[in-house]
């Protein structure tokens, strides 16, 4: 079995969408890690739905699988980065967080996608742990449930820096949330240090919804292209490989959208290169 490979459109902000998904498509990726974002795809435009089942349909005519991701920058609030998030102290800017990620998942339900990837975001000043716990848990129940309605897989991606930072983290809060899966970055887990990434993929093999990959320095949270960092990307393909992984893998090079059109080929090269 060949692993499957995606780009995420975070790293095209400088291209039209369709744009993106064609350089995409004649690189020999098999699908997109699509960010919902102001650029290339407003879920909150008034005529999100059509252009949902648009999309699917030009999505089908590449022959590109999709994964919905939902870290845009200024989506919800154009004055503050990330915000509100899931431990938000604001009782209605939690509602908005949820809201936005049942239309995340309402998209990928249209477009027939692997999993919508989310996070838990950062507790502001003041806000206590414990509340922070208790807001996160309730906004988490409530997506995972409605994504279990839906039929779309819902998948936590541990951050750093944010309330759920680590695969343990994911853990604890999937002891009573079944239903929802790991989104791991596997960058992230040479950043914390929590992990060595291959094992967190072995660990993890039975409750990844999708997985993230780029090249990163330990201990510093900057995605970087193949080659630049501490990242043993070879033998990440060779756990995903041996634990059978037929979902996308998704490049996350969010600083380089400057470069896509090279990138974009570039990053797929390596990946298969490293395959022998």
Excluded at 115 to 143: C, I, M, Y
Excluded at 216 to 229: K, S
Aim: aromatic share 6%.
């Amino acid at each position: 079995m060949s692993l499957r490979y995606a780009y995420n459109t975070n790293g095209t902000a400088s291209h039209r969408l369709d744009d993106a998904l064609v350089l995409m498509a004649e690189a020999g990726y098999d699908g997109v890690a699509l960010t919902l974002d102001v650029n290339h795809f407003d879920p909150f435009a008034a005529d999100w739905e059509a252009a949902s089942h648009k999309l699917a349909t030009r999505l089908a005519g590449l022959g590109l699988g999709s994964v919905i991701e939902t870290g845009a920058r200024y989506l919800l609030d154009p004055r503050a980065k990330h915000e509100p998030t899931l431990v938000t102290a604001d009782a209605a800017g939690r509602a908005r967080r949820v809201d936005f990620l049942k239309r995340a998942i309402d998209v990928a339900a249209i477009l027939g996608s692997e999993a919508v990837s989310f996070w838990a975001g950062v507790p502001k000043p003041g806000v206590t742990r414990h509340d922070a716990q208790g807001w996160l848990e309730e906004g988490l129940a409530a997506v995972a449930a409605f994504a279990t309605q839906t039929g779309v897989v819902a998948a936590l991606e541990p951050e750093p820096g944010m309330l759920v930072e680590t695969v343990d983290d994911y853990a604890a809060l999937a002891v009573t949330l079944p239903d929802l899966r790991l989104a791991l970055d596997t960058g992230h887990c040479i950043v914390t240090g929590e992990r060595d990434p291959a094992s967190a993929v072995t660990e993890f093999a039975g409750r990844l919804g999708t997985v993230s990959i780029e090249d990163m320095r330990r201990g510093e949270h900057v995605h970087l292209a193949f080659g630049e960092g501490d990242m043993d990307v070879p033998g990440i393909l060779d756990t995903l490989d041996a634990i059978a992984f037929d979902r996308l893998v998704c490049v996350e090079l969010s600083r380089d959208s400057h470069r896509a059109d090279t990138m974009i080929p570039a990053a797929l090269r390596y990946l298969k290169g490293c395959r022998g």
